[in-house]
């Protein structure tokens, strides 16, 4: 009786090891960044704008003065004239510092062809600058916003509605 007992409690305590380490790597923050930014590129391919809205936190702000409620309302109508679009990103780094987390990658847009989608994927998958999401750590390892985006060589024009 007593062998059976200690065995599973090695058994049970190599699960419990085990499952530690599966949640650190899974809420680890370089990782969550990676996949933060997956699932927000993926909601944007998908036009699952209520699910996009999650991911971005309500004190953002970019380099284009825009602010949560107007990148919201844009991504919306641009996203709306790009059929199939797949968004891809090469080569994405990710570094993270005291709750901060940057990714960074350049961005390749794939669309069915139409004359306002091969505008925008001919001037985004030109960019020579990558672009930089900064994400920000909530409370909970896995609560990840995204505050900024920033692309130097992009340029919005003002007033663009």
Request: aromatic share 14%; no cysteine; hydrophobic share 45%.
């Amino acid at each position: 009786m007593r062998n059976w007992f200690r065995e599973g409690f090695y058994v049970g305590l190599t699960l419990a090891f085990a499952l530690a380490i599966y949640l650190i790597w899974l809420w680890g923050a370089e990782h969550q960044v990676r996949l933060h930014t997956s699932h927000l590129l993926q909601a944007m391919e998908s036009k699952s704008w209520p699910k996009f809205a999650t991911f971005v936190a309500d004190d953002y702000q970019d380099q284009w003065n825009q602010d949560r409620a107007l990148v919201l309302e844009r991504a919306r109508s641009v996203f709306g004239y790009l059929r199939g679009v797949h968004v891809e990103a090469m080569n994405p780094t990710v570094q993270v510092e005291n709750g901060v987390g940057k990714w960074q990658a350049n961005i390749k847009l794939e669309t069915s062809d139409n004359e306002f989608a091969g505008i925008i994927k001919e001037r985004v998958n030109s960019l020579p600058t990558p672009f930089i999401l900064q994400w920000r750590r909530g409370g909970k390892p896995w609560d990840w916003k995204l505050v900024r985006v920033s692309n130097p060589a992009l340029e919005i024009p003002a007033g663009f509605e």
